[in-house]
């Protein structure tokens, strides 16, 4: 059995991919599976696959129809065999080689559910670092183990929420055991995933590393302009976290996320917002967005 599966979701990132087969494949910790999960790319992305696979056998190529982020990383997740996942965007690098061998002892030597790191973020062209909240580990005592309602809440209440999956190491047998997947057919899902498992576990811990480098760019799914899609999926988030749990963390994790999301929503064409507006109303969700957010919504211009 692999130490960790590396999941990729690969779509049109063939100027970058070698960049992180190259990261990956040349880390300390060797007892690792990578799956690379070709989804419906049109560029080159699939012979760089498959350049890299004749020179490793450690690389799984998988292949699906373009259907998103969520569905590639669930279709890797059924093939997995890995002690632990890691889930790492295909453009992205690991930016220590011993990266994935100190997440692997540390997660080890405290049996966490999962753990969660720092990484760096940087522009397209790498010339320059951008401020991004992807350092938190500040917060939280190393090897000092962490529930996960109490962890979202400081999170919450110091702004210092992430929600993204490659700042986290997650042990397999947890996610299975509490049997989460992605939700199909959205963007921003990680918000999704990663909310309900922190508040599936008791047993989390930090590791105050960077360990990975994040690349800022136009065409990704967080470069695009943000637009009704964003909203929508920000809404159907909320629809199935209140399916999940309706609990008063929930309630807060919402108040949080959905007043920004109408406060930033002023960008959308003004034709798209009473169909968002009307959808967030009849589900209830006034509350969560508040009066300051949707007036911001309604009033303040995009330009």
Not at 98 to 121: H, P, R, V, W
């Amino acid at each position: 059995m692999p130490k960790v599966s590396v999941i990729l979701p690969i779509y049109n990132v063939a100027p970058y991919l070698e960049e992180t087969f190259q990261s990956i494949i040349h880390q300390s910790l060797t007892e690792i599976e990578i799956i690379a999960v070709n989804d419906g790319s049109t560029d080159n992305s699939e012979e760089i696959i498959k350049k890299y696979q004749k020179q490793d056998a450690r690389i799984i190529l998988l292949a699906q129809e373009n259907r998103g982020q969520s569905a590639a990383r669930n279709l890797a997740l059924k093939y997995a065999t890995g002690q632990y996942i890691y889930m790492m965007d295909s453009d992205d690098l690991l930016i220590d080689k011993n990266a994935l061998q100190t997440c692997y002892e540390y997660a080890e030597k405290n049996q966490a559910d999962f753990i969660f790191f720092d990484g760096e973020s940087f522009s397209e062209k790498g010339e320059s670092r951008i401020s991004r909240n992807s350092k938190r580990t500040h917060l939280i005592d190393e090897n000092q183990k962490s529930d996960g309602e109490q962890l979202l809440n400081l999170m919450l209440d110091t702004k210092a929420h992430n929600c993204v999956v490659w700042l986290l190491f997650i042990r397999k047998a947890f996610l299975d055991r509490i049997n989460l997947h992605f939700y199909e057919g959205i963007i921003h899902e990680d918000e999704l995933f990663t909310t309900i498992l922190t508040l599936s576990s008791n047993n989390i811990y930090c590791l105050k590393r960077s360990l990975v480098g994040h690349r800022i760019r136009s065409a990704s799914t967080m470069g695009l302009n943000f637009s009704k899609r964003n909203m929508n999926c920000y809404l159907t988030v909320a629809d199935q976290l209140l399916n999940f749990r309706k609990s008063p963390i929930i309630h807060k994790f919402l108040r949080y996320t959905l007043s920004k999301v109408f406060y930033t929503g002023h960008l959308i064409p003004f034709k798209d917002k009473p169909a968002v507006f009307w959808r967030a109303l009849r589900s209830g969700y006034l509350k969560y967005i508040g009066w300051k957010s949707a007036l911001v919504f309604w009033v303040k211009s995009s330009k």
